[in-house]
């Protein structure tokens, strides 16, 4: 049984910080593509970031390159989603994804990842 648990969600203000944390388990994790995902309300589900198996290629979306970093631990099954200076629009529930696949684009696409967490909410405030 698969399982992805997102962590660190919550609010901060403006220009703030927050670390997510995404725990995997029942999957050989060294082997999967990590993606982060967002959702804010009434909007589309929005790519963030994602790492590769082996964690050779990085992407972020425009919106959040230089204030986002991912990494990943896989001694430990877990994924990271740093995120500094944040912004208003930046609120949403934030989503863990894991899949297998070797395309560099398709770490981009939400249909590429088999695996969900449950999300975490953030809340950025002014």
């Known amino acids: 049984q698969v399982q992805l648990v997102e962590s660190g969600g919550g609010l901060v203000q403006a220009g703030g910080s927050l670390r997510l944390s995404c725990a995997a388990s029942?999957?050989?994790?060294?082997?999967?593509?990590m993606g982060w995902f967002r959702q804010a309300p009434g909007k589309e589900r929005e790519f963030v970031a994602a790492?590769?198996?082996?964690?050779?290629?990085?992407v972020y979306a425009d919106s959040v390159k230089g204030r986002f970093t991912i990494s990943r631990d896989d001694a430990k099954n877990m994924v990271y989603l740093q995120m500094n200076s944040l912004k208003l629009e930046d609120t949403a529930v934030y989503y863990c994804?894991?899949?297998?696949?070797?395309?560099?684009?398709?770490?981009?696409?939400?249909?590429?990842?088999?695996?969900w967490g449950q999300g975490t909410q953030v809340t950025v405030s002014s």
């Open positions: 994804a894991a899949g297998l696949f070797a395309v560099v684009r398709a770490l981009q696409r939400p249909n590429s990842y088999t695996y």
């Open positions: 029942g999957l050989t994790f060294s082997s999967y593509s």
């Open positions: 790492i590769s198996w082996g964690g050779g290629t990085i």
